[in-house]
């Protein structure tokens, strides 16, 4: 009888067709947790979070040295109008 050494074609397919299973599977799991997108989204979210905490610091000063008074002008105040006030500032 005569033996070959060597693969068959066909597990050499099966073989390959894992390996593309597997290299998919990889780059869907890599796509969906995008660890840049997370980390932008982190680094977004913290600064969100730092700014209300330095903006309720800036209300809690400006009440304290106004004796808890408060202006009603600036309640009913403009985006622009609030604008132009902070640069004088």
Same mark, same amino acid.
């Given at each position: 009888?005569?033996?070959?050494?060597?693969?068959?074609?066909?597990?050499?397919?099966?073989?390959?067709?894992?390996?593309?299973?597997?290299?998919?599977?990889?780059?869907?799991?890599?796509?969906? $947790?995008?660890?840049?997108? /997370?980390?932008?989204?982190?680094?977004? #979210?913290?600064?969100?979070? &730092?700014? *209300? !905490?330095?903006?309720?610091?800036?209300?809690? $000063?400006?009440?304290?040295? /106004?004796?808890?008074?408060?202006?009603? #002008?600036?309640?009913?105040? &403009?985006? *622009? !109008?609030?604008?132009?006030?902070?640069?004088? $500032?």
């Amino acid at each position: 009888m005569n033996q070959r050494k060597g693969i068959s074609l066909i597990i050499l397919v099966i073989t390959i067709v894992v390996i593309i299973i597997l290299a998919v599977a990889v780059l869907l799991n890599v796509i969906k $947790n995008n660890p840049v997108e /997370n980390a932008k989204e982190s680094t977004f #979210k913290n600064d969100i979070k &730092t700014f *209300n !905490e330095q903006l309720m610091l800036y209300v809690s $000063n400006k009440t304290l040295s /106004n004796d808890g008074q408060y202006d009603k #002008k600036k309640l009913n105040a &403009t985006k *622009n !109008e609030l604008y132009e006030r902070w640069r004088k $500032n």
